[in-house]
């Protein structure tokens, strides 16, 4: 692994996070992306579905798009580590330290910055100059499963909910919102032989709730035993479980990252940037309207052009400061 500095290390190579890298790469920065799965995409490399919503990719699938991410990466040569998973960041913020840093890594020349981060994975630490939090979300699981794993109990969406082999199989859902009834009636279309929906609220559009039958939706407290693949003790062959999803944030305690009440990413409307000066946080881990691909990638355009400025700023400041006075 090369010894240097970099302008931003960015966590995830989702939409948002290869948004970023790749616009500050063609902006003429450093960037490197550190990602925990074995592929770039994101949440969007697990979705086979196409993906309708996004003007200037029609008839792609997530997958699809996924591949296109790549592509995006490459053509801006943005380096990529995959299966690397970043466990802890320290901040350096000791003038004397980043002083040393930066002049062992013949950057002291070009750079008035104060602070540097020294970013932790699998055994290896790098340093940069920013650090951008594009780590995305993960379905929340069920209490009932206390971290266990159950062959015939698929939470959130993706590959294993698509590729389900649900034909003449007794599917119960359990969650209230969109997913939930958009895959009960996949489920449904792939030849169930019934399908229940189990939800203390319903808060899915009218369009999926009128979609299913009123005897199919049971709405209010239930009991969910994971073991026995009963639902308010009535068994099932397939249990699918939609609670929504929460921040991924593990490792990334040590920043001191301030999270709205559900956990997400505080941030600036116009920069992107945290409670933490010099730390990002993009895409769906931020506490932003309308988590999509699109508004992801948008994200990552906006901390791109914030981090952009910063460093304009620091080597303005050394050149300034390297003028004679006369
Ligand atoms: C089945 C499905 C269908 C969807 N359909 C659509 C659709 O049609 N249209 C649409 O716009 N959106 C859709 N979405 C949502 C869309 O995929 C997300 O909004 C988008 O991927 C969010 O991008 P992101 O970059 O913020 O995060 P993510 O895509 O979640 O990427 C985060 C990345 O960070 C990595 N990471 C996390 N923590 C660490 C760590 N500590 N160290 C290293 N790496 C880390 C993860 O491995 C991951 O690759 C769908 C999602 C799913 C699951």
Not at 190 to 213: C, M, N, T
Not at 228 to 234: E, H, I, P, Y
Not at 286 to 292: A, M
């Amino acid at each position: 692994m090369r010894s240097v500095i970099y302008d931003a290390i960015i966590i995830g190579a989702g939409p948002a996070g290869a948004s970023c890298a790749v616009w500050l790469a063609y902006l003429g920065f450093s960037p490197l992306i550190i990602d925990a799965s074995e592929r770039v995409g994101g949440l969007s490399a697990h979705n086979p579905f196409e993906d309708a919503w996004n003007v200037t990719a029609p008839g792609l699938t997530g997958e699809e798009v996924a591949v296109q991410i790549k592509r995006s990466l490459d053509a801006a040569r943005v380096p990529v580590l995959l299966k690397m998973r970043v466990n802890r960041v320290e901040i350096i913020e000791d003038a004397q330290q980043v002083r040393e840093l930066l002049s062992r890594h013949s950057q002291a020349e070009v750079s008035n910055c104060q602070r540097l981060f020294r970013v932790f994975f699998d055994g290896h630490a790098l340093l940069s100059r920013f650090v951008v939090v594009a780590s995305g979300v993960t379905p929340r699981f069920p209490q009932e499963l206390a971290e266990k794993k159950y062959e015939h109990v698929l939470v959130g969406s993706g590959h294993h909910t698509a590729y389900y082999e649900y034909a003449n199989k007794k599917v119960a859902v359990l969650g209230g919102g969109d997913n939930a009834f958009e895959n009960a009636i996949y489920a449904q279309k792939r030849g169930a032989l019934s399908v229940d929906i189990y939800a203390r609220h319903v808060r899915a559009q009218k369009k999926w709730f009128d979609s299913l039958e009123q005897k199919q939706v049971h709405t209010g407290e239930y009991l969910f035993d994971p073991q026995a693949l009963t639902v308010n003790g009535r068994k099932y062959d397939v249990v699918l479980v939609f609670y929504g999803y929460q921040a991924q944030l593990n490792g990334l305690d040590s920043l001191g990252l301030a999270c709205s009440e559900k956990g997400y990413v505080n941030t600036e409307v116009l920069t992107a940037e945290t409670n933490v000066s010099g730390v990002y946080a993009i895409g769906e881990v931020s506490n932003r309207h309308h988590p999509c691909i699109v508004t992801s990638m948008a994200d990552g355009v906006v901390a791109a052009k914030a981090i952009q400025k910063k460093l304009e700023q620091e080597s303005a400041e050394v050149e300034t400061a390297s003028v004679p006075s006369c």
